[in-house]
C-alpha cells in the first residue's frame, strides 16, 4: 500500500509544480504586457482626447492628475484633437470641486479655450470615467479618442475604452509620478490584478 501511495503522491506534486510554474510564467507575461502597451505612445489626430481622472486636493490635482492634465493639454496644443474631455466625480462627501472641474480650471489657466473643454463630474473609477466620456462623446457628435494616462494604467484603460464603445488610441504620461521601483511595482501588481478581475467580475 505504501508502495503504491508514494508513486500518486510524487504524482500529485509533480501536477501541481507544472501547475504553478504555468501559473507564474502567465502572471510574468500578463505583466509583460501591460508593460509594453505602457510604452506605447499611439497618439494620433482624433476627435477628443480624453483624460482619466485621479485625486484632487480641492481645487488642486494631485501630482499624478497633474501630469495627465499637462499631457492632454500637450496633445491637444499639438493639434491632435479639438476637445479635451475631462473626467472624474467628487473624491469625498465634502469636496468642493470634481475631479472633472480641477483639471478644467487647470487647463483655462494654461491657455486652453472654454469652448475645447468637455467634462463629466459624476465617475469614480476607471470604467466610470469611460463610460461617462462615451456619452459626452456622443452628446457632441465625437466619434474617435486619445486616452491620456499612466503608462501601466493604459492596458485597462483601453480595454475598457473599447468595452464602453470608444474608438481609442492610448498616450501615456511621459512624465508619470510613478517613477521609483517600488511605486511602480506596486501599480504593476494591481493592474495584473484587474486584468484578471475584469474577467470575472464586471467592472463598476
Same mark, same amino acid.
Given at each position: 500500500m505504501n508502495a503504491r501511495g508514494k508513486p500518486?503522491?510524487?504524482? #500529485?506534486? =509533480?501536477? *501541481?509544480?507544472? /501547475?504553478?510554474? *504555468?501559473?507564474?510564467?502567465? +502572471?510574468?507575461? &500578463?505583466?509583460?504586457?501591460?508593460?509594453?502597451?505602457? %510604452?506605447?505612445?499611439?497618439?494620433?489626430?482624433?476627435?477628443? #482626447?480624453?483624460v482619466l481622472g485621479a485625486a484632487a486636493y480641492d481645487a488642486n490635482p494631485s501630482p499624478v492628475f497633474e501630469e495627465r492634465i499637462r499631457h492632454g493639454i500637450d496633445l491637444y496644443q499639438r493639434g491632435l484633437a479639438?476637445?479635451?474631455?475631462?473626467?472624474?466625480?467628487?473624491?469625498?462627501?465634502?469636496?468642493?470641486?470634481? %475631479?472633472?472641474? &480641477?483639471?478644467?480650471?487647470?487647463?483655462?489657466?494654461h491657455g486652453v479655450p472654454e469652448e475645447a473643454i468637455l467634462i463629466e463630474s459624476v465617475s469614480r473609477t476607471t470604467w466610470q470615467n469611460l463610460q461617462q466620456a =462615451?456619452? &459626452?462623446?456622443?452628446?457632441?457628435? *465625437?466619434h474617435s479618442a486619445i486616452i491620456v494616462s499612466d503608462p501601466l494604467h493604459m492596458a485597462r484603460? /483601453?480595454? /475598457?475604452?473599447?468595452?464602453?464603445?470608444?474608438?481609442?488610441?492610448?498616450?501615456?504620461?511621459?512624465? =508619470?509620478?510613478?517613477?521609483? +521601483?517600488?511605486?511602480?511595482?506596486?501599480? +504593476? *501588481?494591481? %493592474? &495584473?490584478?484587474?486584468f484578471h478581475r475584469d474577467r470575472v467580475v464586471k467592472p463598476s
Open positions: 500518486r503522491r510524487r504524482g #500529485i506534486w =509533480s501536477w *501541481l509544480w507544472r /501547475l504553478g510554474l *504555468l501559473a507564474v510564467l502567465w +502572471l510574468c507575461a &500578463v505583466a509583460v504586457y501591460i508593460a509594453v502597451v505602457g %510604452e506605447r505612445d499611439q497618439a494620433a489626430p482624433a476627435d477628443a #482626447i480624453i479639438g476637445k479635451l474631455i475631462f473626467t472624474g466625480g467628487y473624491g469625498g462627501s465634502g469636496a468642493r470641486f470634481s %475631479e472633472a472641474q &480641477v483639471a478644467r480650471r487647470y487647463a483655462l489657466r =462615451s456619452r &459626452v462623446m456622443h452628446t457632441h457628435d *465625437l484603460a /483601453l480595454r /475598457l475604452a473599447d468595452d464602453a464603445g470608444i474608438a481609442a488610441v492610448g498616450s501615456p504620461t511621459p512624465t =508619470s509620478r510613478f517613477r521609483s +521601483l517600488s511605486t511602480r511595482w506596486r501599480f +504593476l *501588481l494591481q %493592474e &495584473v490584478y484587474f
